[in-house]
């Protein structure tokens, strides 16, 4: 799909395909419904009576053959009660202008914007929009053999008509949406793509592919770089397997080098049985997105880096399988982290936490103005909060208010969970500085993130991002996600986070 912003009179145009949008409007106890256009409002009349028209959110109503002023097909999107109207909301009812526009099986579609009543906040709404057609766009079938119709293959020309398209905010929001957009889906592909086609060399062949050009720059350690920096929570978990573990550096100086970086840690696993402690086989081909926080930190940088924000920004992510072979990590195994500290190993599945704390204690050696991390740690923070929001740990209050602010510009959904003491004491060890799975029963989740906090130095802002419930299989949730694949969770949200800091 080829997405454009066209500054015209949509009376001027003709075509194949409209999407226009209704909307509730309150007046006082009674609703109505608006409909833009007197006369497309007259035609519809009877389907407002008759409530097939009601203006809700996300609500489609697809009109063949109407043949009104010079479109042949008409498509109404609801957008709920105009006192409701946000950028979040209307992300959604694009992504339900996509699916309209795909199924009617045309190669042109023109949505008329100005019929949303954009009147304030034009960036955010701009990027919504593009951000809306761009990530319901995403289909990932590069593996499927059989020939696609002829129809299929034509690219689908959408363009998004405004009079206000000149208007310096609106076009920049939606070129930004564009650029998002696409680093978002590019993460996607990574967290789809088989195991046995991404592994982690793959996956640092695919980073610095896509960083070509774009300023960044892109180092990979390899098995025995790792050994001699001291890795034990990498080395450990990677000896199960025969694929060589990779650290993999990117690095975006967009600011002055006297100031600090952004760091952005994500957790590769690019699969995941569980090693010694292996899993249930049911639903064990999901664990291809156990690089998920990986993936999504490669697509924040590349983000920032094509915005050129002026900020100085790392992404680190530590890259292995963990697989059961003769040398994998035993249950009880002892391993010793980068700054210093050991644990036990006393479930082998819990692995995630291991190969990130190799990660943080080097994070917080490069004197990072804050660190975060992205993984898909724990199934307890699925049971917690299911795969509507991320959950985050963080015991800064200045940075939990930047994350609160930075989630609710990208409109993606966050979650404060508690951290405290009780938890790192859960996580004390009995032959060694920490036991990697709790003491204790329930707070897993919790648990997990008092485990990673003793690996970033004291003073440094620090949040942990746990992506398990909503890295993938979001469709169900948001319209714009693929219904079973990689949804590109908090990519966004990490953009605007380091927005902040220019």
């Known amino acids: 799909m080829n997405i454009h912003l066209l500054s015209k009179d949509l009376k001027s145009i003709s075509g194949s395909t409209l999407v226009t949008f209704s909307k509730i409007i309150s007046q006082k106890e009674k609703k109505s419904v608006s409909v833009p256009w007197s006369k497309l409002g007259d035609g519809l009349a009877l389907a407002i009576e008759e409530k097939s028209l009601t203006g809700k959110l996300m609500e489609v109503c697809t009109y063949k053959e109407m043949n009104y002023e010079g479109f042949r097909h008409i498509v109404v999107i609801g957008l709920g ?242 697989l059961v072979g003769p040398s994998a990590t035993k249950p009880g195994d002892v391993h010793r982290a980068r700054n210093g500290k050991t644990f036990e190993v006393n479930n082998t599945d819990a692995e995630g936490r291991l190969i990130l704390s190799d990660a943080l204690s080097y994070a917080s050696e490069l004197n990072p103005e804050l660190i975060v991390d992205a993984a898909t740690l724990t199934g307890a923070m699925v049971i917690a909060l299911g795969n509507i929001h991320t959950g985050y740990f963080t015991r800064n209050q200045a940075l939990k208010k930047k994350i609160e602010a930075a989630a609710e510009h990208s409109g993606e959904a966050v979650w404060n969970m508690p951290l405290c003491d009780h938890h790192v004491k859960d996580m004390k060890g009995t032959f060694a500085d920490l036991s990697n799975i709790s003491s204790g029963k329930g707070a897993g989740s919790a648990t997990a993130a008092a485990f990673l906090e003793q690996f970033v130095e004291d003073g440094i802002p620090w949040a942990h991002f746990d992506i398990a419930g909503t890295g993938w299989a979001a469709g169900n949730r948001l319209n714009y996600c693929p219904k079973k694949g990689a949804s590109g969770a908090i990519i966004r949200t990490f953009v605007e986070l380091a927005r902040q800091h220019e």
């Open 81 to 322: 009660e105009v006192s409701k109207l946000d950028h979040e909301s209307l992300r959604q009812a694009m992504a339900c202008a996509h699916d309209a526009i795909k199924s009617l099986n045309t190669t042109e579609a023109f949505i008329d914007l100005d019929s949303v009543g954009l009147k304030k906040d034009l960036h955010a709404f701009g990027k919504a929009v593009s951000e809306g057609l761009t990530l319901a766009s995403y289909v990932y079938d590069e593996l499927k053999s059989k020939k696609k119709d002829a129809k299929e293959d034509k690219q689908i020309e959408v363009h998004v008509v405004s009079t206000k398209a000149k208007d310096k905010e609106l076009k920049n929001g939606f070129e930004e949406g564009l650029l998002v957009g696409s680093c978002v889906n590019f993460s996607r592909t990574l967290g789809d793509t088989p195991g046995n086609l991404m592994t982690p060399s793959i996956l640092a062949e695919r980073a610095q592919a896509a960083a070509k050009g774009l300023g960044v720059k892109v180092t990979v350690w390899d098995k025995a770089r790792i050994k001699k920096e001291r890795m034990g929570g990498l080395l450990g978990v990677s000896q199960g397997s025969d694929q060589e573990p990779k650290f993999i550096i990117m690095e975006y100086n967009g600011a002055a080098k006297s100031k600090k970086p952004l760091i952005f840690v994500g957790k590769g696993l690019t699969f995941d049985c569980g090693g010694i402690s292996i899993k249930p086989s049911a639903a064990m081909e999901e664990m291809k997105y156990d690089m998920c926080g990986g993936a999504n930190v490669i697509g924040s940088l590349l983000a920032i880096a094509k915005l050129k924000l002026k900020v100085n920004a790392i992404a680190l992510v530590p890259s292995t399988e963990n």
